[in-house]
């Protein structure tokens, strides 16, 4: 007994924030491979789509045994009809309403935890979800989906997503922006990893009796979790006080607006500055998540027969065959369109360490201002290439809003409490995957229904876009230095920081911490999550060529 309870305290123990601070010779740039691995698996909840056709005929296996008067809380517990897409698709809902919601509620946790711990916390949930889906399929049972991935996997979701951001953002005090740019960019490209994966582990379990979607989850579950736990022990902290060899703190009041002060988490929500960031952020994303849940009608019905080289053939006119055509070509654009995503988050992050947080997102909103209401024009003219330019600058600009955001935050509020602060803000998140489609799809069908030609129901909707952004260019125009109040008194940061120094043993400037070295560990780390981020880049631009045939 007394051993298992020293083994067990061992493992626990290994998890806690003061054993995971770098000792001397720590390479920083291990830190970012292992955001990485964590944030591949959990970007799958991006690529979700690719079993609700599977699982819409669980049943019938070859064709959807239906049921008429199946009604959403029948679904939840029918053992005799296939599931609608309709009623899977809320799957997708509640991942990222958890996903806000956890890193909401969470983020404190986070902070005194440490990262290692959220992370392992957020593979048990993550993997565990997709186990428990798995058991929701076998016994056909569609609330077990929904609470193991929708619920628990949201959760893990949330907690996945924020574990790094202050890690990265205290390593790369530098490079605040690129740090967590490579970082998010892992949740982008998740679904362009996982969705081609799925397909092909879903090809190999099918049978006559099944169409192989929970062994499917069976698998990506252990796939991930060893991914995920990889990437949870390889996190590490900066000792108290640490910087970069030869980096100094830019001088208060640089154009930057870069504070070297600390603002607690329980006021970081009372002020202003956290409202607009807020609405900049929900702004941002309800116009970019909006055209990510049309982007493949909208592009069918506005180019119909043009796509196949028939111009004077319109959606509406397109025999069963041509409907498939376009839409495999519509398929292309929608994977050219993640890449664009993928890319923007350490494109725009990057570039945002050299123009500032708050000049970047002035670019997002004045480049997405003029794009939206111009991508009419492109479609009346007929230029596919200009169509899919402007939509691919778009959603780099989408993925680029995450992936600056927390370092926006850490300039605004300081770096104590970025991650919990970052969890919080997630709740404009969720609540622009509410705002954005609702927008896009609703003013679509009164267009529709009005009578207005299937090739033009998207121009009103984006210059609605554009007005949207054009409320974020306000609200971040209106971002400004808090006031002195909102800081923490130095006694009071000392204290938070006295146990994690006791733990580094005062080793803030140990020699060689930090630096990069090229060295086995680093290759195999990068190679690690490179593979898989390479694959999936060469399966989604193969893809995309269709488009241009």
């Not at 990265?168 to 970082?183: S, V």
């Not at 009372?270 to 702004?283: D, E, G, R, Y």
Request: proline content about 4%; overall charge positive; charged content about 10%.
């Amino acid at each position: 007994m007394t051993a298992i309870s020293t083994v067990n305290g061992g493992l626990a123990g290994a998890l806690d924030r003061e054993r995971i601070i770098a000792k001397p010779g720590f390479n920083r740039w291990l830190v970012p491979p292992s955001a990485l691995a964590i944030h591949l698996c959990i970007g799958m909840a991006y690529g979700f789509s690719v079993f609700w056709l599977p699982l819409s005929r669980a049943i019938g296996i070859q064709k959807a045994v239906a049921c008429p008067d199946l009604t959403l809380l029948s679904s939840l517990f029918t053992t005799s009809c296939d599931w609608k897409i309709s009623d899977l698709g809320w799957m997708f809902t509640l991942f990222f309403v958890f996903l806000g919601s956890s890193a909401a509620i969470w983020g404190g946790w986070l902070e005194r935890a440490g990262p290692r711990k959220a992370g392992v916390v957020a593979a048990v949930c993550w993997c565990g979800g997709l186990l428990i889906s798995a058991v929701g399929v076998i016994t056909h049972q569609l609330w077990l989906m929904w609470l193991g991935s929708g619920v628990i996997g949201g959760i893990g979701l949330g907690l996945g997503y924020i574990s790094p951001v202050s890690t990265l953002i205290k390593w790369f005090p530098d490079r605040r922006g690129m740090a967590t740019g490579m970082a998010i960019m892992g949740f982008g490209g998740g679904a362009m990893i996982g969705a081609p994966l799925a397909d092909i582990l879903m090809n190999q379990f099918r049978t006559p009796a099944s169409v192989g979607v929970w062994q499917t989850f069976v698998a990506m579950a252990a796939i991930y979790f060893v991914f995920m736990l990889g990437g949870a022990f390889g996190y590490r902290l900066p000792p108290v006080g640490w910087r970069p060899t030869g980096w100094t703190a830019p001088a208060a009041g640089a154009g930057a607006m870069i504070t070297t002060r600390q603002v607690h988490l329980r006021d970081a929500h009372k002020t202003k500055q956290f409202w607009l960031i807020w609405a900049v952020l929900m702004l941002n994303v309800s116009a970019g998540i909006g055209v990510i849940g049309m982007a493949s009608p909208m592009l069918q019905e506005i180019f119909g027969g043009s796509l196949i080289g028939h111009p004077e053939i319109h959606f509406t006119a397109l025999s069963d065959e041509q409907r498939r055509m376009v839409a495999a070509i519509a398929a292309g654009f929608t994977g050219l369109l993640s890449l664009f995503n993928i890319g923007g988050r350490f494109f725009w992050a990057s570039i945002s360490d050299y123009i500032g947080r708050k000049a970047t997102y002035y670019t997002f909103f004045a480049l997405g201002i003029a794009l939206y209401a111009a991508a009419p024009w492109t479609a009346h003219i007929g230029s596919k290439a200009l169509f899919v330019l402007f939509f691919g600058i778009i959603l780099s600009m989408y993925g680029g809003g995450f992936a600056t955001v927390p370092a926006y935050l850490a300039d605004v509020f300081g770096t104590q409490f970025v991650g919990a602060i970052h969890g919080r803000l997630l709740t404009a998140w969720s609540t622009a995957g509410i705002v954005g489609p609702v927008v896009v799809n609703y003013i679509r069908e009164a267009q529709i229904r009005a009578g207005v030609p299937r090739e033009s129901v998207y121009d009103f909707t984006m210059y609605i876009l554009a007005g949207m952004l054009v409320a974020g260019f306000i609200c971040n125009f209106l971002v400004r230095p808090l006031a002195d109040k909102w800081y923490m008194k130095e006694e009071e940061v000392a204290a938070l920081q006295a146990k994690a120094q006791q733990a580094t043993s005062g080793s803030a400037g140990a020699m060689g911490i930090g630096e990069w070295r090229l060295d086995a560990t680093s290759i195999l780390a990068w190679l690690a999550v490179g593979i898989p981020i390479g694959w999936g880049a060469w399966i989604t631009l193969s893809n995309a060529l269709v488009l241009f045939r």
